[in-house]
């Protein structure tokens, strides 16, 4: 698995691109064919003008970037985003704002360079830069010893996506680390902010919006696979907390919220009783398992 970082995506996303992107959308979608031209339009031929101190500038044109606060930015960002796909189609590549993931089974191997060069000419061709200092390697194999392909990527024991971490076994161990050590911190800014007369609920609440809330971010994603000493680990922040007087002595285990979370959660189970379900393509094969009493 690697992972591709890059840089000022929206800064840099040429317009055009996205104006040839959006016809092609209108060429497949009939029933928006009326809208895309005239948002192409304005993606072609856009002007900047800056007011300061009752003083505007001269219109400059812009080429490049893609708008914040519009509709059409997210959309702009996934139909620049959607023709990044992998050489191999038994490679997945995986696309989240700046980040790129490119997830490569070990029978496929060989084809990493070939799929690191198509990444860097798809950048290219969009106008935009990858940081080379960003992009990582990591092997996930249970195995001891592997062949890893020639690669100018900076191989790494463990990684974060999207928040959380792991290492090459697909182990938390890191990330259960990490929120030690991101709680010792918010920890001591929380005792300043006591020192400073934040005292009672108020204080309570601010506790939960950052500590907790740091704490249990993607907890269902993650808290089923620690062992009980790394819960235990976790379970001691909310100690502290509370002995310190952050959180009120009947505040709720990490593990009852983490339970609470898991059930409040029917994602999972959409999915499942929705075969049309965007996601249901992924789930594996139902087993037929027979009993013969």
Not at 15 to 23: A, K
Not at 93 to 99: A, G, H, M, R, S
Not at 185 to 205: F, I, M, N, P, Q
Request: hydrophobic share 40%; with cysteine.
């Amino acid at each position: 698995m690697t992972l591709r970082s890059r840089s000022m995506v929206f800064l840099h996303a040429r317009s055009p691109l996205r104006s040839r992107s959006l016809t092609q959308f209108s060429a497949r979608f009939a029933p928006f064919s009326a809208v895309i031209p005239l948002r192409s339009h304005a993606l072609s031929d856009r002007q900047h003008q800056t007011k300061a101190n009752g003083c505007i500038s001269i219109c400059q044109h812009i080429n490049a970037s893609i708008v914040h606060g519009s509709g059409m930015g997210p959309v702009a960002y996934l139909l620049n985003a959607s023709y990044l796909r992998p050489i191999d189609l038994n490679n997945m590549i995986v696309k989240y704002t700046n980040d790129t993931y490119l997830i490569v089974p070990d029978s496929n191997i060989h084809t990493i360079p070939s799929e690191l060069q198509h990444i860097s000419d798809w950048a290219t061709r969009h106008n935009l830069k990858l940081n080379e200092t960003k992009s990582k390697k990591i092997i996930i194999s249970l195995q001891k010893t592997h062949a890893p392909a020639i690669t100018y990527l900076t191989r790494v024991k463990s990684l974060k996506v999207l928040g959380i971490m792991f290492n090459t076994k697909l182990c938390f161990k890191p990330h259960t680390s990490h929120i030690i050590q991101t709680a010792a911190r918010c920890l001591y800014s929380l005792k300043t902010h006591h020192v400073h007369r934040l005292t009672g609920k108020a204080l309570w609440d601010v506790t939960q919006a950052t500590l907790i809330a740091s704490i249990m971010y993607a907890a269902t994603a993650w808290w089923g696979f620690l062992s009980v000493a790394q819960k235990d680990r976790i379970e001691s922040v909310v100690k502290k907390a509370k002995y310190y007087g952050h959180l009120p002595n009947d505040f709720e285990h990490i593990h009852t919220l983490a339970e609470c979370m898991e059930s409040k959660l029917p994602v999972f189970n959409s999915v499942l009783s929705n075969p049309r379900h965007v996601l249901y393509h992924l789930l594996p094969p139902v087993k037929d398992i027979g009993h013969n009493l």
